[in-house]
């Protein structure tokens, strides 16, 4: 995909189905081969089990404990990769497309994901690896982030700290459905795209899962 002079900037036709999402991400100028895995992957979707009324006694009264507000994330910060990137939020175009910002500088949270602070599923964060203009983006070095570094979301007037616990290569357009889940443990996903450049696009995503410390 092609926008404002960029070469191939973009992503892939974001499909909904039988309350699942699949998405590719497209993007340029990227080493030919497909990073390597790395961590263990979050646990599989949450289902809340039933419950029953057994108890005998009225229980104790609980402790109020107020909710913090939850916002929308507007900076994502990795210092090992020395990123400070700002975010906004993104929807998808007509085509189906997902919309990320045309700066690779500046990430992307789609809006249907979940907010940081939320108990239940992924906060999805995208962006460009690089453009034919601009060179290097935010996420350039994603690839590289080891397991166990510490991701931080800025959110209203808080920053909420993950953890990251594993790093995946996935083929384009191939990304897990449960990404796209709001019935997941809570988790942080960063997308961006890597392996070979071929035809205007690359042949991988690559994903790294980070966990709320």
């Not at 404990?65 to 990769?81: E, F, G, H, S």
């Not at 994901?113 to 060179?135: F, K, Q, Y």
């Not at 590289?144 to 290569?169: F, P």
Request: hydrophobic share 40%; glycine share 10%.
């Amino acid at each position: 995909m092609s926008r404002h002079g960029r070469r191939a900037a973009g992503w892939a036709t974001l499909v909904a189905g039988l309350g699942a999402l699949a998405v590719g991400v497209v993007l340029v100028l990227r080493p030919p081969s497909a990073p390597a895995d790395a961590g263990v992957l979050p646990p599989p979707v949450v289902v809340s089990a039933p419950t029953t009324a057994t108890a005998t006694r009225a229980p104790a009264p609980a402790l109020w404990t107020p909710t913090p507000a939850l916002w929308t994330p507007t900076k994502v910060t990795i210092d090992r990769l020395d990123v400070g990137a700002p975010v906004d939020p993104v929807g998808v175009t007509r085509d189906g497309a997902l919309d990320v910002p045309d700066d690779p500088d500046r990430l992307g949270w789609w809006i249907g994901s979940v907010l940081p602070g939320e108990r239940r599923g992924t906060v999805l964060i995208a962006g460009h690896v690089d453009t034919a203009e601009d060179g290097q983006g935010a996420l350039y070095r994603l690839e590289k982030l080891a397991v166990g570094s510490r991701i931080e979301v800025r959110a209203g007037d808080r920053s909420i700290a993950y953890r990251v616990t594993a790093r995946r290569s996935y083929a384009k357009s191939r990304l897990p459905k449960a990404l796209f889940r709001r019935d997941t443990s809570p988790q942080l996903a960063l997308v961006t795209c890597g392996g070979a450049f071929r035809d205007g696009t690359y042949d991988h995503n690559v994903v790294v899962y980070a966990t709320p410390m």
